[in-house]
């Protein structure tokens, strides 16, 4: 397992981080899983002895259940073990039982502690953007709980590039203590990581944890173009997130991821997780699973590294179309891009310097 520095904080994550999404399968949490304590525990065994040391919850996941049974999972484990969780969904009937006020934050975070049976949480994520709050109220209240020691480092997830990029410029301007990394989407399916948020994590030095990068099991290779979809399973026509724009992409992409896979005589998934890791800027990607098969298959692309020709196929298979104004930066301003200008455009400025003039 590789041990990898979280942006430019001092903090050396795994590059695969266990989700707990599955724990509990409370509400509308019970489609992604109904993992037990005992279920829990095993899957920690696995991850703990493959090399994981990072763990992701989120209050909102199956109602504060999933929080509850991670830490019992943890309970007499070692404190090397770090734990992430998140807030800014709605956890009550209340009017500010929602949100990123000062006055929500701080409750959350205390009942994410009480819930997880800790006395400090190592990576705090706000869940989501809020419009509606100013962020100097939302990065002081962070700012209050990283001094109290009830939290280590912080993080944004779904953001946008300009809401981070204010969030960091707040936090300077008012000598706030700032987000470290962002948690963010990004798969073969769909990349559009790479017009802003990447190169931002790259110019700024954010760290980076993806979440779904099988894009919901998209990638495992059981949805083909043209074969029958797996019985008791979502759609591809019906998926409500991620969402698919294009299938006919899709299906393109994991005709490459399962060539790659049947070469290799491993899974698509492996391959898909292993893409995803080895791409720029990435610090650490969030793993689940429904079994403890699907997980042990998940650990094996941790030592798996694609070669650059096999990247190169499923880069030119997910590539995304270069939007104004990537295209004419990459047409007009080529000879002074930098190493975060390159991640979106540098496959394009390759292209170009290889044709005759």
């Not at 079994?291 to 650059?308: C, H, I, R, Y």
């Amino acid at each position: 397992m590789q041990y990898r520095q979280l942006g430019r904080s001092g903090l050396r994550i795994s590059a695969f981080t266990l989700g707990t999404m599955t724990f509990g399968g409370k509400g509308d949490f019970a489609k992604t899983g109904d993992t037990d304590l005992a279920g829990a525990r095993r899957q920690l065994d696995l991850c703990i002895e493959a090399g994981i040391n990072m763990f992701d919850t989120a209050d909102i996941y199956s109602s504060g259940v999933s929080e509850e049974i991670l830490g019992a999972a943890l309970k007499g484990r070692s404190d090397d073990i770090m734990v992430t969780t998140k807030a800014r969904f709605t956890m009550g009937k209340g009017a500010n039982d929602a949100g990123l006020s000062r006055y929500h934050l701080i409750r959350a975070c205390e009942a994410s502690l009480q819930r997880l049976g800790r006395d400090h949480i190592d990576l705090y994520y706000l869940h989501e953007w809020d419009g509606q709050t100013p962020l100097d109220e939302t990065l002081e209240a962070l700012d209050t709980l990283t001094r109290a020691g009830k939290i280590r480092y912080t993080g944004v997830s779904n953001f946008s590039a300009w809401h981070l990029m204010k969030a960091l410029s707040v936090a300077e301007r008012d000598r706030l203590i700032a987000p470290v990394a962002q948690q963010i989407y990004y798969s073969l399916q769909a990349r559009e990581a790479e017009y802003e948020l990447l190169p931002l994590s790259l110019d700024q030095g954010i760290g980076v944890q993806v979440w779904s990068p099988m894009a919901g099991g998209l990638l495992s290779g059981k949805y083909r173009r043209g074969r029958p979809q797996p019985a008791g399973t979502r759609q591809i026509e019906k998926w409500g997130e991620p969402p698919v724009h294009d299938i006919e992409k899709l299906y393109d992409v994991v005709e490459v991821l399962v060539s790659i896979a049947e070469a290799r005589n491993i899974s698509a998934a492996q391959v898909a997780l292993a893409w995803v890791a080895q791409r720029p800027a990435i610090t650490s990607i969030v793993i689940g699973a429904r079994t403890e098969a699907q997980l042990v298959d998940n650990l094996k692309a941790a030592d798996l590294v694609l070669s650059a020709e096999e990247i190169s196929r499923l880069d030119e298979a997910s590539a995304p179309p270069l939007l104004y104004p990537y295209w004419h930066q990459a047409s007009n301003a080529s000879d002074r891009l930098s190493a975060a200008d390159l991640l979106l455009l540098g496959p394009a400025v390759a292209a170009k310097a290889s044709r005759p003039e």
